[in-house]
């Protein structure tokens, strides 16, 4: 058996209760919408076309949820903000940024709008649905840039921290470099004293050395000059 129900933003009855504006499936840009003309009979089927139908089973029956073609009321509208107002605060809605729920509720309740516009004019109603759907494809647009964005700053951050790595172990390859330089540097720097001080002390050893030859020499020299003269010293008597 199939149950139609109709109410509101979308009908009540036995079907699960739902907010004056609740989540609507978004119509496609080039889905075929009834040419506008006739009254009543044209509206309900621009409405089932903007905001199709909804179906499900509950005691095996076939439930079929419509779009209301009621005109609404100024309470309908005010009825409408207090709604909002209130399922924005239950479901803890951000005041400003990207929230996803506060999207949604507002989504829901543009959906609203649309369908109390449309019963009045259909033709304002098309250009407010030609309205939401660029919308939507506008924010879907800044959604993938948005991801794109912060999926290519995670590469890059990924990669960053890699060559943070690579240039930390390049450091510390140098680092043992350096101090094996130093290393190298003080043996042959002591190595270099160990000679210069070997060397200061070979020429001391010569220069003394030397000098003893020399007070030899001398000393022979005197002792040779004395022994000539005392030879030629006689003979000139």
């Not at 100024?74 to 909002?84: A, K, P, S």
């Not at 330089?181 to 004293?193: F, I, Y």
Request: hydrophobic share 30%; aromatic share 4%; with cysteine.
């Amino acid at each position: 058996a199939v149950v139609s129900t109709q109410s509101g933003h979308y009908g009540r009855g036995k079907s699960p209760q739902h907010s004056p504006a609740p989540g609507v499936p978004s119509s496609s840009k080039g889905s075929k919408l009834p040419p506008v003309d006739g009254k009543s009979q044209q509206t309900e089927e621009i409405l089932n076309a903007i905001l199709p139908p909804r179906e499900w089973t509950e005691g095996g029956h076939l439930w079929v949820q419509q779009v209301s073609s009621t005109p609404a009321t100024r309470l309908d509208v005010i009825n409408l903000q207090e709604q909002l107002d209130m399922r924005l605060q239950q479901r803890q809605a951000r005041e400003t940024g990207i929230c996803p729920v506060r999207r949604e509720l507002y989504s829901q309740c543009f959906d609203e709008l649309i369908r109390q516009v449309t019963i009045n004019c259909a033709e304002r109603g098309l250009l407010l649905l030609k309205v939401r759907d660029e919308i939507r494809m506008t924010i879907a647009a800044y959604q993938t840039l948005y991801e794109s964005s912060v999926a290519f700053g995670m590469r890059k951050a990924l990669q960053a921290e890699q060559g943070k790595t690579d240039m930390q172990k390049k450091i510390e390859e140098l680092e043992e470099d350096k101090m094996d330089l130093e290393r190298q540097v003080n043996e042959l720097k002591a190595k270099c004293d160990a000679i210069e001080k070997r060397e200061a002390e070979r020429r001391v050893v010569e220069e003394k050395k030397h000098a003893e030859e020399i007070q030899f020499l001398k000393r022979t020299n005197q002792q040779l000059k004395t022994q000539l003269e005392g030879i030629i010293a006689p003979s000139k008597k």
